[in-house]
């Protein structure tokens, strides 16, 4: 199987107590879609950037995905609360176009369990 090329930002220190706060052992992945036609990292800068707490650990669209949060922290992006498992015990990938082809994204979850 070909890998998907992963690409790091770093979240803004002054983001981190907002947007990751927390250390985790991840035991999930989830899976969104953005259902916008912005890049990855377009979405990942505009994440980046907000003053909301909701995050993500990647975005991706194509062959390509941009990691912004580490993977032992937390991120706030299943909407079950600061102390719910999506939040504190899973990986949150954000699809970022609409036409993405499902595969893709399936290459990097692959890769994550591995």
């Known amino acids: 199987m070909v890998g998907i090329n992963i690409r790091h930002r770093t979240l803004p220190a002054d983001k981190v107590k907002l947007k990751s706060p ?20 377009n979405e990942s800068k505009f994440m980046s950037n907000n003053n909301t707490a909701t995050s993500f650990h990647y975005a991706v669209v194509h062959t390509e995905a941009v990691q912004i949060i580490p993977e032992n922290r937390n991120v706030f992006a299943a909407g079950d609360g600061a102390n719910g498992p999506g939040n504190r015990k ?15 994204t399936n290459k990097l979850k692959s890769m994550l369990l591995n």
Request: aromatic content about 8%; glycine content about 0%.
């Open 90 to 104: 899973s990986i949150h990938i954000e699809i970022c176009f609409r036409k993405v082809e499902i595969h893709d």
């Open 22 to 41: 927390f250390i985790m052992e991840p035991e999930h992945i989830t899976i969104h879609n953005t259902w916008n036609d912005a890049t990855a990292e």
